[in-house]
């Protein structure tokens, strides 16, 4: 039955964007696998009769198909520059406009989290809500101690969120199946790490946990603004911080406030996010509009902490490097980075690969970013995907969705925002300080702490060794174990009638 389902859904929404008549544009249809190129040619049939731009018709259809679509949605809606600035307007519906459910459910999720009389006493000034989005909606609670914003799960959210994402699954299991093309993409693995991520935003515990770390993170680094936990009003379905005033940037009256920098914001954004995955290797990985608030001060502060990436130290500096790279035009650096990485397969040529760098790179050095074509440059990384035989990584999803995201975001305030010009005060510091005498120094010090800890494991090393020379005992015999008579008449009978069968 979970087959029969995962397919039903997914004809679903093949037909709901089929209807609304938002099935991909062919300059991006020309790059996908044979399979999904005639579905969609297919599915086209279907639509035509929708009315509506093409944003407003692209909304309705992923709100209408559920949390997991509206997701996607807001990825998108990040992405003027790519998708044009009135799809992702219309997209901006997405973020936290969406239509809220009842204060009687709301209520009783705090019932069934707390218990009724402490529900009463902790919950007793609770709004309606004020926004509400695919997962949860918020409320906003008065205290005397200062304002709190409640944020409670849709109720039965996890239940159809698993299954969306298992008819996702399923898709990517089908077009990896069907498609050796595809492989070097890894479907399923992408889909896996998107899933896991999204699942985990239905614990809100999780994600009062990743608040906590990226306010202390956020202090050190002075980029943000994270409100503070309130542990006692917190639980799996419930989450309560505190209240952030400010407007969320997917109000066009939060960038209209006299006083307000637009490229300082924009370059807060790019050098936040950097300064948090670079330096800790921790970050926000929903970073869209509706997350984002300005403060009456003109600060950034972020909220919905559901979804935290992580990269280690390595992957840390295959990434400054890349950046830095490009920084300094050294494309036969980032080249070997890649390959260093294991990104590119090692029978390819680096030096083909830092050709096709620079052919990507130099046409856009130097231009102001509102003459770039991000949609061009996107196709072209993909077609040299295929070119090198490069797969996907399933580790640096959540970081390269996050990095395209903060651009666009980034963009949207200043269009003349340049990534690589906001990144190198971070990207340099840090290069100077990891390879630097400091980071030298580092490096030693943990390579002596590791063969301190070796060394110390050595005698328990040398005893299992010197166990694993002597033969082990002969096993017993096993105990004669005979099968009950009718268990030999069946056989019999079976075999019978098998040769019976045979010689007809």
Not at 75 to 90: H, I, K, N, S
Not at 123 to 134: H, Y
Not at 216 to 240: A, C, M, N, Y
Request: charged letters at 25%.
């Amino acid at each position: 039955m979970g087959v029969i389902s995962d397919y039903r859904r997914l004809m679903r929404a093949g037909i709901a964007l089929a209807r609304h008549d938002v099935i991909l544009p062919g300059a991006y249809q020309s790059r996908l696998p044979l399979p999904a190129r005639i579905a969609g040619r297919t599915l086209r049939i279907f639509g035509g009769g929708a009315k509506g731009r093409p944003g407003e018709r692209l909304a309705i259809a992923l709100e209408r198909l559920g949390p997991a679509y509206i997701k996607l949605g807001q990825f998108l809606a990040t992405r003027p520059d790519v998708f044009g600035a009135e799809v992702t307007g219309d997209l901006g519906r997405l973020k936290d406009k969406l239509p809220p459910f009842s204060m009687k459910a709301a209520r009783a999720s705090l019932v069934e989290e707390f218990g009724a009389e402490d529900a009463e006493r902790l919950f007793n000034q609770l709004s309606d809500p004020i926004a509400a989005a695919s997962i949860a909606q918020v409320h906003r609670m008065s205290l005397p101690d200062g304002d709190r914003a409640v944020k409670i799960l849709r109720p039965g959210i996890e239940k159809r969120l698993s299954a969306e994402l298992s008819a996702m699954k399923r898709a990517a299991r089908t077009i990896e199946g069907i498609s050796a093309e595809s492989q070097r993409l890894k479907p399923v693995a992408f889909t896996e790490t998107i899933a896991a991520a999204m699942m985990r935003e239905t614990d809100l515990r999780l994600e009062a946990g990743g608040a906590d770390e990226m306010r202390e993170i956020s202090q050190k680094s002075g980029h943000f603004i994270v409100p503070k936990v309130d542990w006692d009003r917190t639980g799996r379905r419930v989450l309560t911080i505190d209240w952030i005033d400010g407007t969320p940037l997917t109000d066009p009256a939060a960038l209209d406030r006299p006083g307000i920098d637009r490229k300082k914001l924009a370059n807060d954004i790019t050098q936040g996010f950097l300064t948090h995955a670079i330096e800790h290797g921790v970050f926000h990985a929903d970073m869209h509009e509706g997350n984002i608030i300005i403060t009456p001060e003109n600060k950034i502060a972020l909220v919905d902490f559901g979804i935290i990436g992580r990269i280690g130290l390595v992957e840390r500096r295959f990434l400054a490097e890349i950046l830095w790279g490009f920084l300094k035009r050294d494309y036969r650096r980032i080249a070997e980075v890649h390959f260093e990485a294991g990104y590119v397969p090692a029978h390819q040529s680096v030096g083909d690969f830092a050709q096709a760098l620079r052919s990507i790179g130099e046409p856009v050095h130097g231009k102001p970013a509102e003459d770039v074509s991000m949609g061009r440059i996107l196709l072209q990384l993909f077609d040299y995907t295929h070119t090198f035989g490069m797969s996907l990584r399933p580790e640096l999803v959540l970081l390269q969705k996050t990095m395209v995201q903060v651009e666009g975001v980034a963009r949207a305030i200043d269009p003349s925002h340049n990534i690589w010009t906001a990144s190198e005060p971070v990207v340099g510091g840090w290069i100077r300080k990891s390879f630097g005498p400091e980071g030298a120094a580092k490096l030693i010090s943990g390579n002596l702490r590791e063969v301190t800890n070796r060394l110390k494991r050595l005698p328990e090393v040398m005893d299992r060794f010197e166990a694993s020379l002597e033969p082990p005992p002969p096993p017993p015999p096993p105990p004669r174990r005979f099968a009950p008579w009718w268990g030999w008449f069946g056989l019999i009978a079976i075999l019978s009638g098998l040769a019976v069968w045979a010689f007809k």
